[in-house]
């Protein structure tokens, strides 16, 4: 969908498709459930699993209220840890609790039996390489689930959580298939879509000189999340997104250094500081060590950067210094940060929406972007902090206005 170009930047209110989001009205999809099938890591409390899935099988407050307007007929979980969650709920609820990804698909019936599949690779005991990555497998998920698809000849819209890999290659393979095969393919994180702080969303074809994303935790798991948030924001700048020349990621003092030489700014972090909550002191005394930065290089000469402020924040953001707007803008990220998780519901709906028609909310590319600077910044990491060309990383896509951010803090149907 497309819309002429804005001047202003555009603060949204609960109109239109936001509806979907924002929790104003009990049902997108009135009288209608989409059969669909969870494959998952594991399934234990808190996990990404019980934060999705759960809102499916006992309703967006996960309380036995309303929910989506989707039916779980089969669970897969590739873990059975002790304080598993998956085999109580799948009797609760009447759900097939499965061997294998084959029979979660076709319900042991011989034939294709669900109409969306979602792909939780997040959480479990797995291991990780020398670069530190966690090697989910989602592409082995992603795999059988397209293996199965093809035997029967039914290609149905799936989705997968976060990153779509540790790997770029198997991420790039998994796109390309996606999109040979037709099946509407949808990933990433909850940060695009959470509410935000203030609600900011920049207006088509803006001229950024600078953004910032903010972020916290592990560099991998919570990096990516940090990606996102940025990637969500600056996909929006004038001709759309065209890739990443390069990348490259500081610790510690190397960091500020390169602050100091104005490869980042502390005046645009300083300014986004003023709406994300913080620790009260100095940013480089809190962070210490502990922190990092990811420079990223666009090819269209964007300058974009994430800084993971470990020890003075422990919420994501972003900042952008906007060409003709005198001062630069910011919004907080702002999650749930208790049992249910409702900014896993703001994803959730829009997976629904894509679920019950066929079409992906936002392009998958946005995911196969961050998916890309992720690895990246890993290998970067490992190397000393040495500067990466990323030819590969020539990525284009022209972002989507649906789904945008809810408007609304954590407000569910009811």
């Given at each position: ?58 309703g967006w407050q996960q309380d036995g209220g309303k929910g989506p307007d989707l039916k779980l007929m089969s669970l897969y979980a590739d873990q059975v840890p002790k ?274 028609s066929g079409k992906p909310g936002y392009p998958v590319e946005r995911t196969l972007l961050t998916t890309g600077i992720q690895q990246v910044v890993m290998q970067s ?34």
């Open positions: 969908m497309s819309h002429p170009v804005s001047r202003r930047l555009f603060w949204p209110q609960s109109v239109g498709a936001a509806a979907l989001l924002s929790g104003n009205s009990s049902s997108a999809f009135p009288g209608e459930s989409q059969r669909i099938a969870a494959i998952v890591t594991v399934y234990t409390k808190d996990s990404h699993a019980d934060g999705y899935v759960g809102k499916v099988l006992e304080n598993d969650l998956s085999l109580a709920l799948a009797k609760k609820h009447d759900v097939l609790h499965t061997r294998n990804i084959e029979q979660a698909l076709t319900l042991g019936t011989g034939n294709f039996a669900v109409e969306g599949v979602l792909s939780m690779g997040e959480h479990g005991d797995y291991p990780r390489n020398k670069l530190g990555q966690l090697l989910y497998p989602r592409k082995r998920f992603f795999d059988e689930i397209v293996k199965v698809m093809q035997r029967h000849r039914r290609f149905v819209p799936l989705f997968n959580d976060k990153h779509l890999s540790w790997s770029w290659d198997e991420a790039q393979e998994m796109v390309e298939t996606a999109h040979e095969l037709g099946i509407p393919f949808m990933a990433g994180s909850s940060i695009p879509v959470t509410w935000r702080k203030p609600g900011l969303v920049l207006p088509r074809g803006c001229q950024i000189e600078e953004a910032i994303g903010l972020g916290y935790g592990e560099l991998e798991g919570y990096g990516i999340h940090t990606l996102e948030g940025l990637q969500c924001m600056v996909e929006r700048r004038q001709g759309g997104e065209t890739g990443v020349r390069s990348v490259q990621a500081l610790q510690g003092e190397a960091m500020w250094k390169a602050a100091r030489e104005g490869r980042w700014s502390t005046d645009l972090l300083e300014a986004a500081l003023k709406v994300v909550p913080h620790k009260k002191g100095d940013v480089k005394t809190n962070v210490g060590n502990n922190g990092a930065v990811f420079l990223v290089d666009y090819r269209d000469g964007t300058r974009g950067s994430v800084a993971m402020l470990n020890g003075h924040i422990g919420q994501f953001g972003f900042v952008a210094k906007l060409r003709g707007v005198a001062d630069p803008v910011a919004c907080w990220f702002v999650l749930q940060e208790e049992h249910p998780w409702e900014h896993h519901a703001n994803l959730l709906r829009a997976v629904e929406q894509m679920f019950h990491l490992a190397g000393g902090g040495r500067r990466i060309a990323t030819p590969h990383l020539a990525v284009k896509y022209t972002p989507s206005d649906y789904p945008p951010p809810a408007t609304k803090p954590f407000a569910s149907p009811t």
